[in-house]
């Protein structure tokens, strides 16, 4: 029996076709920063952008530094420059194989930050 070009691209273009939806049903890696607070409900900005109050989780997008400040009324001001370092799993070459695995990863960081009330002036 012999095959024609056309049902041997035809079978190509459905394998490269099953391929792209499965890569594109896979798992992905994702990093969050937890940030409390005692007392809680202090505003937190990240990289001067106002992200909300805590306790709040926070997306990171990129493994270096992150300005963050803590603030509350009557309270003093936190401000941290905070280093996350990149899981094993999301550096070259083991990033592409966490990214292929059909689960999602979350990868959490916490961050907690005790506020001192403001001495009376």
Known sequence: MVESKSSTR???SLLALMLVVALAATGCIRSIVRVTSQPSDARVTVNYVER???P???PILW???YKIQVE????ELIEADER???PPWAVPPFDLLAEALPIPIKNTYHRHYVLKPKQGD
């Open 10 to 12: 035809t079978a190509g």
């Open 56 to 58: 709040i989780e926070i």
């Open 52 to 54: 909300g109050r805590t």
């Open 63 to 65: 493994y270096w530094y």
């Open 84 to 86: 996350f370092y990149a």
């Open 72 to 75: 509350k009324d009557n309270f």
